[in-house]
């Protein structure tokens, strides 16, 4: 029997795979652990299963100890993994793509139309109690109707909030490393371009990225800078759905004060959950507390992915989903 640590509270139903065949020792507190706490729980630990929250570096990894052999983080996104630490240290990590792509996509898309269609101002005026009556030109948006999305990053969810906004009747054009897969691309009709020339195309630009630290030839850290919003046009909208630091939190708040770009839909920030404290005083962004994933049936699916991640390697079998550098 291996000793399973699970740092932060999960489903129950990740837990229960987990103790069908392991010594489990799970954090149960509402609050979440601290850092000490953390490095306290994994001395021994064969497998430790972490959230997006918890810093997986070689302090970490000592903390556990040699016989640690894999970390499966509960997140598709894994910039909170050193990976390198854990490869140097032969053990595995993994992350759990797929079964959050839908969910994920949901809440760009909702961004999308809460920024657009100015839903967040409005029910805020509503709140307020001040008098409202419908008028003419009483809190007009923008129609997404034959418009153009940009998606930054042509992964699973990117291609998912693309498909939805093909219903909504928009055209698709895409950035990306790698070009989107082929009969994605066809059935969406979908035209890469060059990043640069996507901002000065699309209406609406949603990041799907994944956060590449500072320093690395391929980092996508502040990708969307001052330059990048200025290159967009006056009359478009950023949502981020990716990872806080993609963007330049500082410099999309002045562009969204200065009209360089109209309105922005935020679910991720740079230091979370700190948000840049100019960004409360707009009325033309929307932000959310990352909850792209947070459905009960998605959080359920994706606990029970890394518990299925920790078992198969635990059993000298190859992790489901595991990452790379
Ligand atoms: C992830 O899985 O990376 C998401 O950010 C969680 O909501």
């Known amino acids: 029997m291996a000793r399973v640590v699970v740092t932060n509270r999960i489903p129950a139903s990740g837990l229960e795979l987990l103790r069908e065949q392991h010594e489990v020792i799970a954090w149960e507190q509402e609050q979440p652990p601290s850092r000490e706490q953390v490095l306290a729980a994994v001395a021994g630990a064969d497998a430790i299963v972490t959230l997006l929250t918890d810093r997986v570096d070689g302090e970490l990894l000592d903390a556990a100890g040699d016989q640690l052999l894999v970390v499966a983080n509960v997140a598709v996104g894994y910039d909170n993994l050193d990976v390198a630490a854990c490869e140097s240290r032969g053990v595995v ?155 330049d939190e500082a410099s999309l708040a002045a562009a969204l004060r200065d009209g360089t770009i109209a309105g922005a839909g935020l679910d991720v920030y740079e230091d979370e959950p700190t948000i840049h404290p100019d960004l409360f005083d707009l009325e033309n962004v929307v932000l959310l507390p990352h909850l792209g994933s947070a459905t009960h049936e998605t959080r359920s699916a994706m606990a029970d992915l890394a518990a299925r991640n920790a078992l198969a390697v635990l059993s000298g079998q190859e992790a489901l989903s595991p990452v790379t550098r």
């Open 93 to 247: 990590a993994t992350n759990t793509p797929g079964v959050l792509t839908d969910t994920t996509a949901d809440t760009a898309f909702g961004l999308m139309l809460m920024a657009t269609r100015r839903f967040g101002e409005a029910e805020r005026e509503v709140r307020s109690g001040e008098p409202w009556r419908w008028g003419m030109f009483y809190l007009l948006g923008t129609s997404l109707q034959g418009k153009t999305l940009g998606i930054i990053g042509p992964g699973l969810i990117g291609i998912a909030t693309a498909r939805r906004a093909r219903a909504f009747g928009m055209e698709i054009v895409y950035s990306g490393r790698s070009p989107m897969d082929p009969a994605a691309e066809a059935e969406l009709s979908a035209t890469r371009l060059a990043t640069e020339e996507l901002l000065a195309r699309a209406d609406v630009v949603s990041v799907h990225c994944p956060l590449v630290p500072q320093g690395r030839p391929d980092s996508t850290y502040h990708l969307i800078d001052a330059a990048a919003l200025a290159a967009m046009k006056p009359t478009a909208y950023l949502v981020n759905t990716s990872r806080g630091p993609v963007v």
